[in-house]
């Protein structure tokens, strides 16, 4: 059963997503946008000298009153966005006023230009659109956008916790652990649309969209963030609908969010999460019985949390369904070996806690054995007697 658009396999991995679309509405940390940074020698924080300060010879005091000096020039201020001088942001060109800077939940619109600390460009990238909040870029983005002003122009210097993280990206191409510096105009900032009247297409595309970038996120080991892109995708795909849907859009955004289900799953158990991983799976069976993605990762689930009875029963149930499944059959192994193990294990503890069982339970049945042996001598005896006497009565009264 392979599905390019889900996680599944022994390791949890990520399915490869579909490369960023850079039109259309794009996640923050698809886009890697980096700007040119200026080094600092091109920078001019010093103010240019004043004219006939006074003081000096050669010049009248009537003169130096006469020539005004120039007013200092403001060196430009870097804002350190978290106080962590690890994500700074620097206006280059004012906007429109603090009461234009646009708010968590709505599409945005910039351009970008993505640069390495040294300078390389990386990509350009016009008119890129995503939500703002939702995780849609990288968080470098996802954070300053919200203190830019409409039609500002603002330098961006990151970290790359920030930004592509240890592992880099293969689209667009970054080093591992690469700061980057980011150029970013901010162009537009509109309303999301309403989910209840959005033409069923489009949910599905938006709802597919944010499943990705989960996607994404999973495939970086950001776990947290996964979990939440899944989530936003799951909830536009359960949204209610005030527009005509078919039968086919309705099981399209079904398999969507069982999708999403599954992977938050995935997600889930990476963090440790497995009462949320659990509800996670449930959750997918309800909609789909016999997913058997899901019905592995509830094994999986089960298995963490000890009941290993119920979650060899749940993998057996998905090795019936997909019989040639090898990551199924080799968790299911596993699993029955442990329960073994632990049953084994169990029996040597409740020996050790009744003593020395064996010897024990001979030398009872020994004595009990001993015991019985006399009783039943002693009983045999005197009910021999017993009829001797009878028999001994009834001769002499017959004499008689």
């Not at 890129?128 to 500002?152: N, P, R």
């Not at 901010?186 to 999301?192: F, H, I, S």
């Not at 509800?279 to 999986?300: E, T, W, Y």
Request: hydrophobic share 35%; charged share 30%; net charge negative.
């Amino acid at each position: 059963m392979t599905d390019k658009e889900e996680i599944m396999d022994g390791s949890d991995g990520s399915d490869s997503p579909s490369p960023v679309k850079k039109n259309g509405r794009t996640s923050l940390l698809d886009s890697g946008e980096d700007f040119e940074v200026l080094d600092e020698e091109d920078i001019d924080d010093d103010p240019p000298p004043l004219e006939d300060a006074g003081g000096g010879k050669g010049k009248n005091v009537d003169d130096s009153k006469n020539e005004a000096p120039e007013p200092p020039v403001p060196a430009e201020e870097w804002l350190d966005v978290l106080g962590n001088d690890q994500l700074k942001k620097k206006v280059l060109e004012a906007g429109e006023g603090r009461n234009s800077r646009p708010q968590k939940g709505q599409n945005v619109k910039i351009n970008l230009k993505t640069c390495l600390k040294d300078g390389t460009l990386v990509e350009e990238q016009s008119d890129l659109t995503f939500t703002l909040g939702d995780g849609d870029v990288i968080q470098a983005l996802d954070l300053t956008v919200q203190l830019m002003e409409m039609g500002e122009k603002a330098l961006i210097q990151t970290d790359a916790k920030y930004a592509y993280g240890a592992r880099g990206s293969l689209e667009p191409e970054i080093p591992p652990s690469a700061e980057l510096s980011l150029e970013v105009e901010l162009k537009e900032a509109t309303d999301a649309p309403d989910l209840e009247m959005l033409p069923p297409a489009e949910k599905i595309a938006l709802a597919s969209h944010k499943r990705e970038r989960g996607n994404i996120h999973y495939q970086r080991g950001d776990y947290a963030f996964a979990v939440n892109s899944y989530s936003i995708a799951q909830q536009i795909a359960e949204s209610s609908s005030k527009v005509d849907i078919s039968p086919e859009e309705e099981n399209e955004l079904m398999d969507v969010k069982v999708k999403c289900l599954n992977n938050m799953a995935a997600s889930q158990l990476k963090l440790n999460h497995y009462d949320a991983a659990l509800k996670s799976c449930v959750s997918a069976l309800a909609h789909q019985p016999d997913n058997i993605k899901a019905l592995f990762r509830m094994g999986k689930v089960l298995a963490l949390q000890g009941d290993y009875t119920e979650a060899i029963q749940t993998l057996r149930k998905a090795l019936k369904l997909e019989p040639s499944n090898k990551t199924i059959h080799a968790e299911l192994s596993k699993l029955v070996k442990k329960n073994s193990e632990q049953r084994g294990a169990e029996q040597a503890m409740y020996k050790k806690m009744l003593g020395n069982p064996t010897s024990g339970s001979s030398t009872q049945k020994h004595k009990a054995k001993s015991s019985w042996g006399l009783s039943w001598k002693w009983l045999f005896g005197a009910t021999a007697v017993a009829i001797g006497g009878v028999a001994l009565s009834v001769v002499i009264a017959a004499r008689n």
